[in-house]
């Protein structure tokens, strides 16, 4: 079964398109704006509608944290593990 990290990196891939890259390609670690993958603002509202349908999570309309989750994978897959965690407690 792959990690929540892996889930999130194939989500990625699949939801923008990048026919070059693999989950293995992407760190957990790295940026996913500017520096990392390079995404872009319109690449989050993407990436975020998709989480939201796939996971049932609502985002916060607080710009900071949204920053702070869409980090790198490792974030999202943090912010991810403890909205499921907390729906299902």
């Known amino acids: 079964m792959p990690s929540l990290e892996d889930e999130i990196k194939q989500l990625i891939i699949d939801v923008l398109q990048l026919e070059d890259i693999t989950p293995a390609d992407i760190e957990s670690e790295a940026p996913l704006f500017v520096e990392g993958l390079g995404l872009d603002s319109i690449d989050a509202l993407e990436l975020g509608v998709a989480i939201q349908k796939r996971y ?12 702070r989750h869409f980090e790198s994978v490792r974030a999202l897959a943090n912010m991810i593990g403890e909205n499921v965690k907390n729906e299902r407690s």
């Open 56 to 67: 049932g999570i609502t985002l916060s309309a607080n710009a900071e944290e949204n920053r």
